[in-house]
């Protein structure tokens, strides 16, 4: 049974910088993998932030950055706004299917 | 603009059947592939089943293999997601999602409640 695994929870201050990762039970998350993130606001449904690792959509604000380090997918906030308050989520390919992550609570206090 | 608009869910029995709709406008329907994800009240996303452009290829997650059954109309620019033998961890707000080129997600719609319930 594979699981992807985020941070349950992070706390940034306004204006900070927070990573977020995403890790795979069957090894390292690669580019093979098409590692999305996702933005989830309370009641809203998801909006697509990263596509394919790094890319981003137009509608991507800058400060979001995706990338891969030490085994993982990662989602990088810099200069966090209080807007930015939400539940994350990963999806990675495995083979024909996909996985979310469990999803990380992001805080900015 | 692009638009996915789900129906079809409800209040359903155990061992019930539900059928979900997803009606899509503002792009070429014909030339992506298609998702259903879902979220149970207060949890995580779940990647449920995904279509391919022309439905020669379809995957679903373990949990609902052999009981759901993912379809397009491409001719209607439509999603449906047949839903038998319904449980209770099956209650869940349903989404529509537009596939990448690339294995991911663009885009969602508001999604539909489906309560499986006695």
């Known amino acids: 049974q594979t699981v992807v695994t985020q941070e349950p929870s992070l706390t940034v201050a306004p204006g900070g910088t927070v990573t977020l990762t995403c890790a795979s039970s069957?090894?390292?998350?690669?580019?093979?993998?098409?590692p999305n993130w996702f933005q989830q606001k309370p009641g809203q449904p998801p909006t697509t932030l990263i596509y394919?690792?790094?890319n981003k959509y137009s509608w991507t604000p800058a400060r979001f950055s995706g990338s891969l380090f030490g085994g993982k997918a990662a989602l990088t906030l810099s200069g966090v706004q209080p807007e930015d308050e939400a539940d994350y989520y990963c999806?990675?390919?495995?083979?024909?299917?996909?996985?979310f992550g469990g999803g990380t609570k992001l805080t900015v206090l | 603009e692009v638009q996915l608009v789900e129906s079809g869910g409800g209040l359903v029995q155990p061992g019930g059947s539900l059928r979900l709709s997803c009606a899509a406008s503002?792009?070429?329907?014909?030339?992506?592939?298609m998702n259903w994800v879902r979220q149970a009240p207060g949890k995580r996303l779940e990647w449920v089943a995904n279509?391919?452009?022309?439905?020669?290829?379809?995957y679903y997650v373990d949990s609902v293999k052999g009981r759901f059954t993912i379809s397009r109309d491409d001719a209607k620019s439509s999603l449906y997601l047949q839903m038998n033998g319904l449980r209770g961890d099956d209650t869940a707000v349903y989404y529509c999602?537009?596939?990448?080129?690339?294995?991911?997600?663009?885009?969602w719609g508001q999604g539909t409640l489906v309560t499986v319930s006695s």
């Open positions: 999806l990675l390919l495995h083979g024909g299917t996909s996985m």
């Open positions: 279509i391919k452009q022309d439905g020669s290829e379809k």
């Open positions: 503002g792009f070429t329907f014909s030339s992506y592939w």
């Open positions: 999602a537009r596939g990448t080129p690339t294995p991911g997600i663009d885009h």
């Open positions: 069957t090894g390292a998350v690669t580019s093979d993998f098409y």
């Open positions: 394919n690792t790094n």
